[in-house]
T-cell receptor
Framework: DTGVSQDPRHKITKRGQNVTFRCDPISEHNRLYWYRQTLGQGPEFLTYFQNEAQLEKSRLLSDRFSAERPKGSFSTLEIQRTEQGDSAMYLC???????????FGSGTRLTVV | DAKTTQPPSMDCAEGRAANLPCNHSTISGNEYVYWYRQIHSQGPQYIIH???NNETNEMASLIITEDRKSSTLILPHATLRDTAVYYC??????????FGPGTSLSVIP
């Protein structure tokens, strides 16, 4: 297990299209987090899962956004009807419940044109 | 979560120690001081954390003042690969990570 994997690395989509990103966490990590980062800003928390349960969602996660982790392993983040303001880096991280450090993936860069 | 204040940017000469300050005057007793960094086009990377005592690992040293209102991350011999944004924050082991704007460190040859 080499770390947290995110796919795709880059995605260009037209406004109004739906996109889905995938995150594969470190296998023994049961917590999984999604963050969004725009240019020049620190990452912003979106949501997190413990196993398959989504325990918290930020108000940044509008109703066009949905995240799932159906079997407590990989997770998907879907954005429906994309807008130009959705252009950002989407980061995934995983951890153990009381682990003090998150392991982040390299992110998916979304560009909405 | 504790509110933290960091300088927006710093420079450091290659090979010298980089000392990155962080103020966290509102940190509560059960919150740890954490440091992460983010190299351009990569995800953030955990560096170190501490509660009261100074800590050292293979990446850096963390010096926390006795009143816990501030801390300093020390990179003892900065290299060009240490050029990154460094984030400091306080959190308990249960909290999620909340990033501020951080300090952009430039290591200069």
């Amino acid at each position: 297990d080499t770390g947290v994997s995110q796919d795709p690395r880059h995605k260009i989509t037209k406004r109004g299209q739906n996109v889905t990103f995938r995150c594969d966490p470190i296998s023994e990590h049961n917590r999984l987090y999604w963050y969004r980062q725009t240019l020049g800003q620190g990452p912003e928390f979106l949501t997190y899962f413990q196993n398959e349960a989504q325990l918290e969602k930020s108000r940044l996660l509008s109703d066009r956004f949905s995240a799932e982790r159906p079997k407590g392993s990989f997770s998907t983040l879907e954005i429906q009807r994309t807008e130009q303001g959705d252009s950002a880096m989407y980061l995934c991280a995983s951890s153990l419940p009381l682990d003090y450090g998150y392991t982040f993936g390299s992110g998916t860069r979304l560009t909405v044109v | 979560d504790a509110k933290t204040t960091q300088p927006p940017s710093m420079d450091c000469a290659e090979g010298r120690a980089a000392n990155l300050p962080c103020n966290h005057s509102t940190i509560s007793g059960n919150e740890y001081v954490y440091w992460y960094r983010q190299i351009h086009s990569q995800g953030p990377q955990y560096i170190i954390h501490g509660l009261k005592n100074n800590e050292t690992n293979e990446m850096a040293s963390l010096i926390i003042t006795e009143d816990r209102k501030s801390s300093t991350l020390i990179l003892p011999h900065a290299t060009l690969r240490d050029t990154a944004v460094y984030y400091c924050f306080g959190k308990t082991s249960y909290d999620k990570v909340i990033f501020g704007p951080g300090t952009s460190l430039s290591v200069i040859p």
